[in-house]
């Protein structure tokens, strides 16, 4: 580890300090240009006397801007303190969690995973289009049927098209030959340039795609493509469950990756993560951002910099051997709600290294699945799965209770 250590609540607390200090203190400073000021005093009282122990509640009053990508340039002078924290956050996430050699990745702490999934095909396909003289119908993005449905939120964004792979129903893999033969589909319909979204946990299974395969057959047919990793559900669990892996930026076929710390990590609600290696970020420079110290390149413009500050304290509350205790809780009650299911004879899907249980939906009744808030792969129409996301909440007794219900539905 480079950067990830455990610090204590006070140590948390003098740098964060620190950093709010470092920003722009409207009440010192004649401050006349800029269209920002601290959260309305009159609404939000900041002398309440537990906002002293409270670095994060101090950070949402004071309420820093963080517009922009800080690992690249400087950005607003105003908020540099608690910016350099993002920075400091998104060098630790690259380095020490996904194997980036130091300062080689930029980042930012985008809205959410959909956010983040749409910035790094935005940059893509600006990439073929201004590198390779791409026309759009010549660029297409390469998914498994099992990927968020935020790539298709992208495809139609951005006017490109959106190629599915079938996976195998029992193991949740891609399958070699239809991913071959949608290359093959592809490439006779026009398409030059791939992007691929490469899950890391799907939503609903929390199954892991190889990346080595699809670069192996996108390579046989020639085809230039960049990979993008969607980690939004799995990036905080399979690094630290399953380090030895070839989703990370030390497989040269990744370019990018996506995290939720508003899943795993039980962040506040705006804290996706988009990690992507230098020199790529360009692609999708807004040159008409003129206002904006330093270069806008993102995709949302101002952000609240409290959630850069709350996924910090997260990481460095629990540093990287505190994380891997709690990641390792949570697949022991995984696999013990899997033994329970294999002694009943219910069939499921699981990943080894992952936190879902995806069960087959004919083995669950209907009213136990609605008891325990089972979430199905579909609303409508016809229910094939029904999937338990072991959380921080979903202890071994409610995971008992729900095994109690489906016995007694059994007998
Ligand atoms: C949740 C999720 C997303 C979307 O993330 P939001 O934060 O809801 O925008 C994208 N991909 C995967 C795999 C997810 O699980």
Not at 68 to 77: A, D, F, L
Not at 103 to 114: E, F, L, M, R
Not at 155 to 164: D, F, R, V, W
Request: glycine fraction near 6%; hydrophobic fraction near 40%.
């Amino acid at each position: 580890m480079q950067y990830w250590k455990k610090l204590s609540h006070e140590q948390q607390d003098a740098r964060i300090t620190e950093a709010l200090e470092e920003n722009i203190d409207y009440s010192k400073r004649v401050s006349l240009g800029v269209p920002a000021s601290k959260l309305d005093g009159q609404v939000f009282y900041d002398k309440a006397s537990f906002l002293k122990d409270a670095p994060l509640l101090r950070t949402v009053v004071q309420n820093p801007n963080h517009i922009g990508c800080h690992t690249i340039t400087e950005s607003e002078p105003f908020f540099r303190g608690t910016q350099k924290i993002e920075q400091e956050l998104i060098e630790t996430l690259a380095v020490d969690m996904f194997g980036a050699a130091v300062s080689s990745c930029d980042g930012y702490v985008a809205t959410g995973g959909t956010e983040a999934n749409i910035q790094a095909v935005w940059m893509y396909r600006n990439l073929f289009m201004q590198d390779y003289g791409a026309t759009l119908q010549e660029i297409a993005i390469l998914a498994s049927t099992d990927t968020h449905y935020s790539v298709v939120k992208a495809a139609n964004l951005l006017s490109i098209a959106y190629y599915p792979v079938a996976v195998e129903d029992d193991t949740r893999c891609i399958i070699p030959e239809a991913l071959e033969q949608t290359i093959i589909q592809a490439l006779t319909q026009g398409i030059k340039y791939v992007i691929v979204l490469n899950n890391m946990g799907t939503t609903m299974f929390g199954s892991i795609d190889n990346p080595d395969l699809y670069a192996a057959y996108l390579q046989k047919h020639n085809v230039p493509f960049k990979l993008h990793l969607d980690g939004a559900f799995g990036g905080f669990i399979y690094p630290t469950s399953h380090p030895e892996n070839n989703l990370n930026f030390s497989n040269p076929h990744v370019s990018s990756i996506t995290l939720d710390a508003h899943k795993m990590l039980q962040a506040p609600y705006g804290t996706g993560i988009f990690l992507s290696r230098k020199d790529l970020m360009k692609y999708v420079f807004t040159k008409e951002a003129s206002y904006v110290h330093g270069m806008d390149i993102t995709l949302c413009g101002s952000r609240s910099g409290a959630n850069a500050i709350a996924v910090w304290m997260i990481l460095y509350n629990y540093g990287p051997y505190g994380w891997l205790e709690k990641i390792n809780t949570l697949l022991y009650r995984t696999e013990w709600c899997c033994h329970a299911l294999d002694a009943m004879g219910i069939p499921y899907y699981r990943h080894p290294k992952m936190n879902i249980i995806t069960i087959r939906a004919h083995a669950i009744p209907a009213q136990v699945a609605a008891d325990f808030l089972l979430v199905p792969d579909a609303h409508e129409g016809n229910v094939n799965w029904y999937k338990i996301v072991v959380m921080d909440h979903v202890e071994i007794e409610h995971l008992q209770a729900f095994i109690g219900a489906v016995k007694a539905h059994q007998s």
